[in-house]
């Protein structure tokens, strides 16, 4: 699986949209986008993902750039609990044994 | 949403003992279960995949004769950590891709083991 990049730590004011970016240059063309959260001294939890095309849900936007190159996760307004560890994984859709493997993410900070 | 449990979800115990954490599908059938372990302030590392009836799969430099993982029906998949020590005190996370999807995986909500 195509390895990530995302900066070690962001703040945000709460109530403002967080963007938090993720550099995926290697990521082949049936490998998708995957953004997880971790909150403190808790298990991951299932943000987004996506293929190609912008995708949204309850919780947040993924904004893809078109050569897939990497990508942008927005929470449209934070709040305090969404302080958390935000991580983006690219992988293969599909597959029985395909895994999660976690880089080292960005702290979210949103600050009151 | 799904939900994977696990317990005990807080174990000390002392040095040279063995512990087993249980992890749980509770409204879904799980082929795949995945274990992971994390440090303070680090990522998660996975240790192993279990797939339902079968032996686990350990990644690189992880000993499969102390962490042996059991993965005996489609909503249950053990952890022991035999003959424990200090350096084993960790933050184990199990995890469960639903028999439905390959693309769905949900994460139970940790173990904290202190060894002392």
């Known amino acids: 699986d195509a390895k990530t990049t995302q900066p070690t730590s962001m703040d945000c004011a709460e109530g403002r949209a967080a963007n938090l970016p993720c550099n995926h240059s290697?990521?082949?063309?049936?490998?998708?986008v995957y953004w997880y959260r971790q909150i403190h001294s808790q298990g991951p939890q299932y943000i987004i993902h996506?293929?190609?095309n912008n995708e949204t849900n309850e919780m947040a936007s993924l904004i893809i750039t078109e050569d897939r190159k990497s990508s942008t996760l927005i929470l449209p307004h934070a709040t305090l609990r969404d302080t958390a560890v935000y991580y983006c994984?690219?992988?293969?859709?599909?597959?029985?044994?395909?895994?999660?493997?976690f880089g080292t993410g960005t702290l979210l900070a949103v600050q009151p | 949403g799904a939900v994977v449990s696990q317990h005990p979800s807080r174990v000390i115990c002392k040095s040279g003992t063995s512990v087993k954490i249980e992890c749980r599908s509770l409204?879904?059938?799980?082929?795949?279960m995945f274990w992971y372990r994390q440090f303070p302030k680090k990522s998660l590392m996975l240790m192993a995949t279990s797939n339902e009836g079968s032996k686990a799969t350990y990644e690189q430099g992880v000993e499969k004769d102390k962490f042996l993982i059991n993965h005996a029906s489609l909503t249950l998949s053990t952890l022991t950590v035999t003959s424990a020590h200090p350096e084993d005190s960790s933050f184990y996370i199990c995890s469960a891709r639903a028999r439905r999807s390959y693309n769905e995986q949900f994460f139970g909500p940790g173990t904290r083991l202190t060894v002392l």
């Open positions: 290697t990521i082949s063309g049936n490998e998708y």
């Open positions: 409204d879904f059938q799980a082929t795949t």
């Open positions: 996506g293929l190609k």
């Open positions: 994984i690219v992988r293969v859709y599909g597959g029985a044994t395909n895994k999660l493997i």
